[in-house]
C-alpha cells in the first residue's frame, strides 16, 4: 500500500539535554535529572521529540570530567561538583538580591 505524499528525506538526527532539572528540596539529597530529546534536521526544518531522562543524587566530593562542546572530547581538566554547587548557588542569591533590590527600591521623585 502506498503511503499518501511519501517522499524520501536526508538529514541528521542527535540527542542533548532539553532541560536541566536540581532539584534542591528541604532535608533531601540535592538531585540533578536530564530531560532528554531527539533531535532530526530535515530540508524544511527541525523535529523534536522527547526521548527520556537522566537522574542521579548529587555527592559534593565528586568531580566532573570536562569535555569540549565542540568535538565531545575529553579536555583533560575536572571541576569540583563543589565548585558548580556553589557556583549555581552564588548566581541564585545574587539574582535574588538583585530582584529585591530593585522591587524595594524608592520610586524617583518627578522631576518638575
Same mark, same amino acid.
Given at each position: =500500500?502506498? &503511503?499518501?505524499?511519501?517522499? @524520501?528525506?536526508? $538529514?541528521?538526527?542527535?540527542? !542533548?539535554?532539553? =532541560? %536541566?532539572?536540581?532539584? @534542591?528540596?528541604? $532535608?533531601? %539529597?540535592?538531585?540533578? +535529572?536530564?530531560?532528554? /530529546?531527539?533531535?532530526? +534536521?530535515?530540508?524544511? $526544518?527541525? =523535529?523534536? !521529540?522527547?526521548?527520556?531522562?537522566?537522574?542521579?543524587?548529587?555527592?559534593? +566530593?565528586?568531580?566532573?570530567?570536562? !569535555?569540549?562542546? /565542540?568535538?565531545?572530547?575529553?579536555? $583533560? /581538566?575536572?571541576?569540583?561538583? #563543589?565548585?558548580?554547587?556553589?557556583?549555581?548557588?552564588? &548566581?541564585?542569591?545574587n !539574582?535574588?538580591?538583585?530582584?529585591? &533590590?530593585?522591587a @524595594? #527600591?524608592? &520610586?524617583? /521623585?518627578?522631576?518638575?
Amino acid at each position: =500500500m502506498a &503511503d499518501y505524499k511519501e517522499t @524520501n528525506v536526508s $538529514g541528521k538526527s542527535w540527542q !542533548r539535554a532539553q =532541560m %536541566v532539572v536540581i532539584s @534542591n528540596h528541604y $532535608g533531601q %539529597v540535592p538531585s540533578v +535529572t536530564y530531560q532528554e /530529546e531527539a533531535l532530526i +534536521t530535515l530540508e524544511d $526544518g527541525v =523535529m523534536q !521529540r522527547p526521548v527520556g531522562s537522566l537522574s542521579y543524587t548529587i555527592d559534593p +566530593t565528586e568531580t566532573i570530567e570536562l !569535555r569540549d562542546p /565542540e568535538t565531545l572530547e575529553l579536555t $583533560g /581538566e575536572t571541576i569540583p561538583v #563543589a565548585l558548580v554547587h556553589q557556583a549555581l548557588f552564588s &548566581d541564585y542569591i545574587n !539574582r535574588a538580591k538583585e530582584r529585591d &533590590d530593585a522591587a @524595594n #527600591a524608592p &520610586d524617583p /521623585e518627578p522631576t518638575p
